[in-house]
């Protein structure tokens, strides 16, 4: 018997990377799963998104796990778009018990030389797409008098980042969101907790900037980078965190283990967070 025997999951980014790993986790242990995701690459950030092929790509992958599955391409800065998404996975699939707010973004840049649109994009999809989501799906939990919120902040809703001020305002925001979430949804059997992921290995991690943040300099390989982040943990032998680590925990959220657990932040994070610090550019 798997964690999540019986249960549907709706996971917002759910085509690549950290959202593929949500899905395929939760399809490993029992759920059947609706996929949203944008599948478009946005303009002004870096990183690469899904296509529509990843989105069904990983559909298939789920369905050869033996679970049902919905691909559905949506928009969470478009709460008509999401509310459409969560119908058609209810219509679909008959019910829904647990959300994983997981679309996001990560750009970067000074705070005063930041441009408007990028700070408003980044915080528009990492904050507004995750209170959207939780919008979305909150009716219907209410009316079963249960279900399962997971939104994905970051260690960045926990401690600051150079250079991202709108990634970090945003996570710490979703913190907040998901407090008030839990606390607003527990009369009706409604649970909602936070994921902090570390410095995890999808598509976010694997370009230039991501590089030079971990490794502290501009122009590092990604090789220096990797060797750079054993730094960045406490725990031996981790370097970048595999997406599956933090799945892992998310269904442990989602499952009737933690049925009693609300209202917490819960890191994955390789001990990062415990550390003293590591200053790679000290101001002498």
């Known amino acids: 018997m798997g964690l999540l025997d019986g249960k549907v999951v709706f996971i917002t980014g759910g085509a690549q990377g950290m959202g593929r790993a949500h899905a395929l986790a939760s399809a490993r242990e029992g759920a059947d799963v609706a996929l949203f995701d944008i599948a478009a690459q946005l303009p002004g950030v870096d990183h690469p998104m899904a296509t529509p092929d990843r989105l069904e790509r990983t559909a298939q992958e789920v369905g050869e796990l033996g679970r049902r599955v919905v691909a559905l391409q949506g928009d969470v800065c478009d709460q008509d778009s999401l509310d459409k998404g969560v119908a058609e996975a209810i219509a679909r699939l008959g019910h829904i018990d647990a959300l994983i707010a997981n679309a996001g973004i990560w750009t970067k840049d000074r705070f005063w030389e930041m441009t408007e649109k990028k700070w408003l994009q980044t915080v528009d999809i990492n904050l507004n797409g995750v209170w959207r989501s939780a919008k979305a799906v909150a009716p219907h939990m209410i009316e079963r008098g249960t279900g399962s919120i997971v939104v994905t902040s970051s260690i960045n809703g926990m401690e600051p980042q150079l250079n991202a001020a709108n990634y970090v305002t945003a996570k710490h925001g979703v913190v907040g969101l998901m407090r008030t979430v839990a606390l607003e949804l527990a009369p009706f ?96």
């Open 189 to 284: 059997g409604i649970r909602c907790n936070s994921i902090h992921p570390g410095a995890i290995n999808t598509a976010m991690a694997s370009y230039q900037e991501a590089w030079d943040l971990l490794a502290g300099y501009q122009g590092a390989t990604e090789e220096v980078m990797l060797a750079a982040a054993y730094h960045f943990n406490a725990l031996k032998g981790v370097n970048l965190i595999s997406p599956e680590a933090v799945a892992d925990a998310v269904v442990f959220l989602n499952s009737d283990l933690a049925r009693a657990i609300t209202g917490i932040t819960l890191p994955v994070d390789a001990g990062h967070l415990i550390l003293p610090g590591h200053n790679h550019a000290p101001t002498r």
